[in-house]
C-alpha cells in the first residue's frame, strides 16, 4: 500500500511565527486531503488538494504530485492552532475507499 | 446543517464484552467510513460502507464488522473485546472526494 511519511514529527513554536509542515508519499494519488485534530480527538478539514495551491485565511496548501509531496503552511501562529496536523491520501486507480493517513505533526503554539 | 454524529461519547467495557458504535453521516452524504485510531497513531481504516454493502475492509479480523442502513447511518460492532482495541474511533462521511469526520467514539477495554 502506499507509504506516507510527515515532517517534522514535532513542532513548537512562538505565536507569530510561521511554519512548514511536509508531507511525502510513495505513489500516485487521486485524493489528498489536511487534517487538524484539536486536543478534544476531532478532525478539522482543512484542505482537499490533490494537486496545486490552495489558501484558506493564514493557511495554504501545494501539492506536486509529479514529486510525491504535500506542503501545508501556517502564516502568523496562534495557540488555537495547536494540535495534530495529518495528511491522508488514497492511491491512484481506485474512485472510492480507504484514506491512509501519516503519523502527524505535533504543533505546539506558544503565547 | 448537522455535521457528522457519534455516539456514544465514550464508552468502558471488559474483555470479552461486543460493543456497538454508531455514526450519522452528513446530510446528503451517502458514503460510510469507519477508522481506529490509537494514541499517538495516525487513524487506520476499518471499512467503507456504501448501498448498505461493505465496499472496501482494511486489515482489521473478523471480529469488527459494520452494518449500513437506508438512511445511511452506519454502526461498527466489534466482538470478543481485547485491551488492544482500546482506541478512539472516527467515522467518516463522503459524497465524492472529500471525508468528514465525526467526534469519534473512546472505547476503553479494560
Known amino acids: 500500500g502506499i507509504q506516507v511519511e510527515q515532517s517534522p514529527p514535532d513542532l513548537i513554536l512562538q505565536e507569530g511565527a510561521n511554519s512548514t509542515l511536509r508531507c511525502n508519499f510513495s505513489d500516485s494519488v487521486n485524493n489528498l486531503q489536511w487534517f487538524h485534530q484539536n486536543p478534544w480527538g476531532q478532525l478539522i478539514n482543512l484542505f482537499y488538494?490533490?494537486?496545486g495551491t490552495k489558501q484558506n485565511g493564514r493557511l495554504s496548501a501545494t501539492t506536486v504530485a509529479t514529486e510525491r509531496y504535500s506542503l501545508l503552511y501556517i502564516s502568523s501562529s496562534q495557540t488555537t492552532d495547536s494540535g495534530v496536523y495529518f495528511c491522508?491520501?488514497?492511491?491512484?486507480?481506485?474512485?472510492?475507499?480507504?484514506?491512509?493517513f501519516g503519523q502527524g505533526t505535533i504543533l505546539t503554539v506558544h503565547p | 446543517d448537522a455535521g457528522v454524529t457519534q455516539s456514544p461519547t465514550h464508552l468502558i467495557k471488559t474483555r470479552g464484552q461486543q460493543v456497538t458504535l454508531r455514526c450519522s453521516p452528513k446530510?446528503?452524504?451517502?458514503?460510510v467510513s469507519w477508522y481506529q485510531q490509537a494514541l499517538g497513531q495516525g487513524p487506520q481504516f476499518i471499512f467503507q460502507?456504501?448501498?448498505?454493502?461493505?465496499?472496501q475492509r482494511g486489515n482489521f479480523p473478523d471480529r469488527f464488522s459494520g452494518h449500513q442502513f437506508p438512511n445511511y447511518s452506519s454502526e461498527l460492532n466489534v466482538n470478543a473485546l481485547l485491551l488492544g482495541d482500546s482506541a478512539l474511533y472516527l467515522c467518516a462521511s463522503s459524497f465524492g472526494e472529500t471525508q468528514y469526520f465525526g467526534p469519534g467514539t473512546r472505547l476503553l477495554v479494560l
Open positions: 446530510s446528503g452524504h451517502d458514503t
Open positions: 491522508a491520501m488514497r492511491a491512484g486507480g481506485t474512485s472510492y475507499g480507504k484514506l491512509t
Open positions: 488538494i490533490p494537486s
Open positions: 460502507y456504501y448501498e448498505e454493502e461493505e465496499r
